[in-house]
C-alpha cells in the first residue's frame, strides 16, 4: 500500500511532467478514472508548484474529492476504496429518505424540513441538487 507520502510524491511528478496541466489516473478499486487539475487564480496554467491554490479532483463515484494540497488529495486517493464503500452506504439511506419523502403521510412543514435535508445530503453525494422527487401533496 502506498503512504500519503510516496502517493504525493508520485502525484508531484506526474503533475511536473505534464507541464502543471490535468492529469488523468485509473482507479485499481474500480477502474474510475480520475483527473487532477492544478489550479490558481492566474491566466492558464501554473508554473510551478508555488502558485498551485487548489487542486481539483474529478472523480465519477465520489464528485467531492480534492484539496489545496498534494498530501490531501494523496490521502483521499489512497483511501478511495473505502470512501466508494462509504458513500453507497449514504445512496442508500438517500433512497431511504427519498421513499419516505414520496410515499408517507406528513404535514407540509415536515415534508419540506425532510426534504431540505435531503436535498443538502443528495447534493454532498452526487455533486448537485435532485431534480426529480415527487411531491405527494
Not at 473505502?82 to 414520496?102: G, M
Request: net charge negative; aromatic share 12%; charged share 30%.
Amino acid at each position: 500500500m502506498m503512504t500519503i507520502e510516496k502517493t504525493a510524491r508520485e502525484l508531484r511528478r506526474r503533475i511536473e511532467a505534464a507541464g502543471f496541466r490535468e492529469i488523468t489516473l485509473t482507479m485499481a478499486c474500480n477502474g474510475d478514472k480520475v483527473t487532477v487539475s492544478p489550479c490558481y487564480s492566474g491566466c492558464g496554467t501554473p508554473a510551478s508548484f508555488d502558485q498551485v491554490e487548489y487542486y481539483l479532483v474529478y472523480s465519477p463515484s465520489l464528485p467531492w474529492l480534492g484539496g489545496d494540497t498534494l498530501e490531501a488529495v494523496a490521502g483521499q486517493l489512497n483511501s478511495y476504496s473505502k470512501r466508494l464503500k462509504e458513500a453507497e452506504a449514504e445512496r442508500e439511506r438517500l433512497a431511504e429518505i427519498r421513499n419516505k419523502l414520496e410515499t408517507e403521510p406528513m404535514g407540509c412543514d415536515e415534508w419540506e424540513e425532510l426534504f431540505s435535508f435531503y436535498s443538502d445530503f443528495y447534493k454532498d453525494v452526487y455533486g448537485h441538487r435532485p431534480r426529480d422527487v415527487v411531491r405527494p401533496f
